[in-house]
């Protein structure tokens, strides 16, 4: 009980052993996908400081956008979608980590369990830090539980504060596809980007009716998927046999036609939304984010040598190092840190130092990813050919547990990206679309997944018991909701007993978990 309680505190001597770490791993990893990953987040976290205000006018709380009412601001938004960046450095190293896995002993599942728990390392601290701190101030102090935005809707302050889990939602959503799409690029490279780019237009230009509007949540899934199969070319070096002027041209093409869009149409055009108006490019993606997110790669890719070089400087390079070691962890808290510089009257100069301060307190569990994470990029060399096991073994029972593991952890991600941190009600039932939830239902399938993706996989004496307490977990919250609310959704409910089935199946009767051979 003890060490599980340490893991949560702060750990200042993982802060300062991280320069060790560093120096000792560095020349290992592909510096040029650190770069964009940390820049990425930082555009992220930039644009956050850069663009949102709030004002308090007569005891009603405003939140506003800057990019929507000046055209320059507006344009800024086009060459700063940071998340593009950084979903692309997340096809490459889940590529690199997929063959990394299966390359050492074939175990597919392994993958799985690695990429979760790297992620969710530090946004379980946050989490459980945030929702302390919030239910601990509201009860002392006022807080604005809502503002009203520019289009004169509400935002919930637990929604605003959570939004950076919108990002955590969608890394879960292409790690537990990475063996899907990683196939399909394996196959045929060229028709799956195709397709998936071919998709999200189409799904984007079709105007679907107000009961089938829904469908447009699917580009949620195939535009970042889009740019994550992205991160697969620059892995096995197909991106290298294009000419610098193909990047060029394509940088041209984008960011010209979105200029000539701006200029010629009475279009929304703002890429930095964040959830204030009921107009979004972003949520879900659109045709203009799609075309900003090819630009803005191809600018960066148009511009890797010179990024290259100026990164041989080990100085600078130790500098970009100690970001990545940490960058996870400030942004996180970027949406957190600003709300209260806000609340306590905090001057905006202050931002990036008070930022800084909760990433040497809370960074403990990524400084500890990077650990890993420069090991495995160690461990394959992304510009030669893959290696190929001699015999992969794919255990259906662990593989798919560790896969149903993996989405009862995003549904509860999900459920708390909704603003389920308690401030208005551990029992207080949220909805959308076919999905509702509480903040006890989320922490209860949060750590239901973690359970089962660790004990029943690393522990196979706990296996069992595990998988029954599992079960165990969702007949209570069928039970409470069915006590509290009297109310649960068709989909709720079979996805409820489907799980128990499931996992008193292979408690009980799968015993043998059988294996698979393939060359």
Known sequence: MIKIIKLFLPSFSSFRGV??????????????????????????????????RFTDSYGEYLIYNLSFDDS???????????????FFSVG????????????????QWKFLTDRVNALLGPVIVWISVVTLILNVYSKTYTLPLFFTSQDDGVVPLTEFIMWPLWLVSIYLVVVIFSPLTLLLHKTNPYLTLSMFIITTVA????????????????????????IHQLGYFFADGKIFTYKLSFFTSLSVLTFGYLFYKFNSSSDFMSLSSYRLITISNEDPPTIYYLVAAIGLASLFLLLRRPIEKFLENNLIWNLFSFFHANIFTLFLWHMFVLFYIYVLGIDYVFYFII???????????????????????RRVNPLQPWPGPLKAKLSYSNFSLAWVSSILILIGIFQVTLGGIGLSGFFTLRNLYFLSGNTFEAFIKI??????????????????????????????ILLSRN?????????????????IIFFLYIAFINRNYKTKTSV
């Open 203 to 226: 799904i984007d230009t079709f105007d679907f009716s107000l009961a089938f509007s829904y469908l447009k949540l699917i580009n949620y899934l195939i535009f970042w998927l889009t």
């Open 72 to 86: 320059l601001t507006t344009t800024y938004t086009w060459f700063t979608v940071g998340m593009t960046l950084f």
């Open 355 to 377: 930022l800084i301060f909760f990433a040497i307190i809370f960074g403990d569990y990524e400084r500890s990813v990077f650990k890993l994470s420069s090991n495995l990029i």
């Open 483 to 499: 006590i509290l609310f009297n109310e649960i959704s068709q989909f709720e409910l079979y996805f409820s007993l489907g799980l």
């Open 92 to 107: 490459f190293t889940n590529k690199i980590a997929w063959y990394a896995n299966v390359g050492r002993d074939g175990s």
């Open 447 to 476: 750590a239901t997944g973690l359970l089962l993706l660790n004990l029943t996989i690393r522990r196979v004496d706990l296996k069992n018991i595990v998988l029954i307490i599992s079960a165990g977990f969702q007949v209570v």
């Open 19 to 52: 320069w060790t770490e560093i120096e000792n791993t560095s020349v290992s990893r592909e510096r040029f996908i650190d770069f964009l990953k940390v820049i990425g987040l930082m555009m992220i976290i930039f644009n956050t400081f850069y663009l949102i």
